[in-house]
Structures are given as C-alpha cells and as structure tokens.
C-alpha cells in the first residue's frame, strides 16, 4: 500500500508539474525502496493509475466548477 500511496502523489503531482528534480529523485527512490527490487502485482499498478485518473479527474472538475 505504502507503494501505491507514493506512486499515486508522485504520479498526480508530476502531472500538474508541482515536483522539481530533488523531490521528484527523492519519490521515485522511496517507491524504489517500498518495492525492494520487486515488481508489484499488474493489479497494483492498475491502482496507481486509477487512483491518480480519478485525483486529477476531481481536482480538474472542481477548477471549472461555478461558485455560488
């Protein structure tokens, strides 16, 4: 879990282009740790995607959402 969490905000904030190249380093090498060198099950990844398409998916409904 710890895995999809990190790759989900690293993934999501990527996308919005919020990470410089330090944090972005120092995400990929936590995932790198969480994973020890395994590759997480096809349903794991999947996840990841998911999770971050329905974040960004939100996140973009609410900016052009009108305010009352």
């Known amino acids: 879990m710890e895995f999809q969490a ?4 690293y993934l999501a904030m990527h996308e919005l282009d919020l990470l410089d190249d330090d944090q972005a ?3 990929r ?6 994973l ?3 590759h997480p099950p096809d ?5 990841v995607f998911t ?4 974040i960004l998916k939100a ?3 609410a ?3 009108p305010t009352s």
């Open 25 to 27: 380093a120092e995400s």
């Open 6 to 9: 990190e790759a989900v905000a």
């Open 43 to 47: 349903k794991a990844i999947q996840q």
């Open 51 to 54: 999770a971050t398409d329905r």
């Open 36 to 38: 020890k060198a395994e």
């Open 59 to 61: 996140g973009r409904g």
């Open 63 to 65: 900016v052009g959402a």
């Open 29 to 34: 090498g936590y995932i790198q740790h969480w």
